[in-house]
Structures are given as C-alpha cells and as structure tokens.
C-alpha cells in the first residue's frame, strides 16, 4: 500500500503531499494518523523550518472519506464524536498551533475537510485550478473539523455562512478576494511560490516566528485584553534568546542579523 501522504525534506523545508489521487485525496483515519506523526517528527527537526501541504493529482483534497466515517458514525453520536469529530479537530487544531510556518499549497479541489485544513493553516497560496467548497450540509451535517467556526473568522460571518448554508463552490480568485488565502498564483508555478514564501519567512528569527504564531493563534479568540497578556508574554519568551539582542544590534549597526534561533 502506498503512503497516503508522502514527506519530502531539502533546504529546511517539509513538503507534505496528500497522495491518494484516485479518491481525491480524501482525508481517511490514516491521513489524519499520518499527519500528526509527521507534524510531531518535523516539530522536533531543528533542521526544518518550515512545512507546506498539497495534493497529489487534480485535488488538493475533497473532504472527509465519508465511505470510511460512514460506519463510524452509524454506531451513534458517541462513536461519531469520539472517532470521526475529535479527531479531525485535533488535527485542524494542531495544524493551527504549530510552532513552525504551515503554508497550504492548494492545488485543486479543496472542499469540506480540504477546505477545512486550508482555513487551519497559518498560510495559504491557491492555484488558478483550485476551488473551495463547505459540501457539507448537502450530506445533512455541519463541518465537523473546525469550519463553522474558523471559515467564519476568516472571511467573515454572512460570507461564511453563504459558503456553509449553501454548499456552493467558489473560485481561487474569490477565495482570494474573502481572504480565505493570500493569494492566486498560475497553478504550474504553485510549489515554486509556497517554497519562496517559505524561505522568506526562515530569514527570520525561528523564535520570533514560532513566538508570533503562538500570539496570534492563542489570541485570536480571546478578548482584547486577555490577547494582549498573551502577546506580553510571547515577547518575554524571546527577550532572553541570542536572536533577540542579534535583531537589535543589527538594527543599531545597519546590517542584516544573522539568527541562530536560540
């Protein structure tokens, strides 16, 4: 049996590729296992600093493998939570806090949980070919890995909720202009796109960089307040570190600093 994501490794950054093209990329029980070993492996790589996912073939995935939940979820809500819900959220969730950059190279058909780990994902670039879709509720359900509340938050509540109540699919372009990703690029020059994004942000700090996303995730949906605590205390966490004073210095001396990450 072939891998259903396939890893690849150079110059520091992790590509995921979601690899089983005759469904479409559907996410099954092992792509999520799958995932999560790789995002726990790469977390602990210092020598990978950065992680982009896409698809293999025509899709960059659409959706849950419901052929395979099915008969989970025919066992009751209790089954269907614990083995179906929890864990896709758990792997939404964990894409969404991951301390290294997490870049979504969509490079086809993103529909419901496709859709769903873009949205968690702290970066996405789409290629002309991609479309987006919330499925969901024409199989009589909600998103159940994160999209009610995330697609929401990025693009807003009547947008999300357009997308979600009705199923319809949208353009990359469309994606764009909602801001469900950065940006659109031509689909042959997708990778080579996520891969210069990526190396712009490994010029940075890897502390400050996991420093910011853990604000920004962690802060999010907290009020204000509470927000700014969390943004004090991600500042705290780098003052100590070499990079810090090496940023500063930089600044003061008019040169490029030169981050070791510590």
Do not use: W, Y
């Given at each position: 049996m072939s891998e259903v994501v396939l890893c690849e490794i150079s110059d520091g950054i992790a590509v995921f590729t979601l690899n089983r093209p005759e469904k479409l990329n559907a996410i099954n029980f092992a792509v999520i296992d799958t995932m999560m070993a790789l995002l726990d492996t790469i977390e602990r790589d210092p020598e990978v600093n950065a992680v982009i996912v896409t698809g293999k073939g025509r899709a960059f995935s659409a959706g849950a493998d419901i052929s395979e939940f099915s008969s989970v979820v025919s066992q009751g809500t209790q089954t269907a939570l614990r083995d179906f819900v929890r864990r896709g959220?758990?792997?939404?969730?964990?894409?969404?806090?991951?301390?290294?950059?997490?870049?979504?190279?969509?490079?086809?058909?993103?529909?419901?949980?496709?859709?769903?780990?873009?949205?968690?994902?702290h970066l996405a670039i789409a290629s002309t070919e991609a479309r987006f879709a919330k499925p969901e509720i024409n199989l009589g359900f909600p998103?159940?890995?994160?999209?009610?509340?995330?697609?929401?938050?990025?693009?807003?509540?009547?947008?999300?909720?357009?997308?979600?109540?009705?199923?319809?699919?949208?353009?990359?372009?469309r994606a764009e202009a909602i801001g469900l990703v950065n940006r659109v690029v031509p689909h042959e020059a997708l990778l080579s796109e996520a891969k210069t994004l990526a190396r712009r942000i490994m010029e940075k700090s890897p502390l400050a960089v996991s420093a910011t996303i853990g604000a920004v995730s962690r802060g999010l949906n907290v009020p204000i307040d509470e927000g700014l605590a969390i943004e004090a205390a991600?500042?705290?966490?780098?003052v100590p570190s070499e990079d810090f004073h090496e940023g500063i210095l930089a600044f003061i001396e008019k040169r490029l600093p030169h981050f070791i990450g510590r």
């Open positions: 959220q758990r792997l939404t969730a964990r894409l969404e806090s991951f301390a290294k950059p997490i870049i979504a190279a969509v490079n086809g058909l993103a529909f419901g949980g496709g859709c769903e780990i873009t949205e968690a994902m998103p159940p890995f994160g999209g009610t509340q995330r697609l929401p938050r990025l693009v807003g509540r009547k947008r999300g909720l357009e997308m979600l109540l009705t199923g319809d699919s949208i353009s990359a372009e991600h500042f705290g966490m780098v």
